[in-house]
């Protein structure tokens, strides 16, 4: 078996060449994407929630597909039930998630960062 790595992450599969190497996030909220950059902004967000955040949009832009999310159990990345069956959830830590949706398919596939969720 071959094993590739991409920043801290290890598939199991080599990634076909001519793949799109990372998933491209789009944000629903520009204060998301502030959440990300601004190393001032906090969104009202707790400190430690921030930094699950800015730790989450790191391994979302380096995985070449959502089989990466699947694969690291720590993320509990699953999917939404109901109304919300096009989304998924991803771990921030025990209380907070982030929302995502996946969009387009193959090498064009991006990520929408819908929102951070507060599950208690």
């Known amino acids: 078996m071959e094993i590739t ?9 080599a990634i076909p060449s ?3 190497r990372c998933m491209e996030p789009i944000f629903q909220d520009k204060s998301l994407d502030r959440l990300e950059t601004d ?10 929630v921030v930094k699950a955040f800015r730790k989450r949009m790191q ?13 690291q159990r720590s993320l509990r990345f699953e999917r939404l039930a109901g109304r919300r069956k096009h989304q998924y959830s991803m771990r921030l830590n025990d209380q907070w998630r982030l929302i995502l949706e ?7 596939k991006k990520v929408a960062i819908i929102g951070i969720e507060d599950y208690h």
């Open 39 to 48: 190393r001032n902004f906090d969104g009202g967000y707790p400190s430690e």
């Open 5 to 13: 790595k991409i920043g801290n992450i290890l598939l199991d599969k």
């Open 102 to 108: 996946l969009r387009g398919s193959g090498s064009d």
């Open 59 to 71: 391994q979302i832009r380096a995985a070449p597909d959502e089989r990466v999310f699947n694969s």
């Open 18 to 20: 001519g793949y799109n």
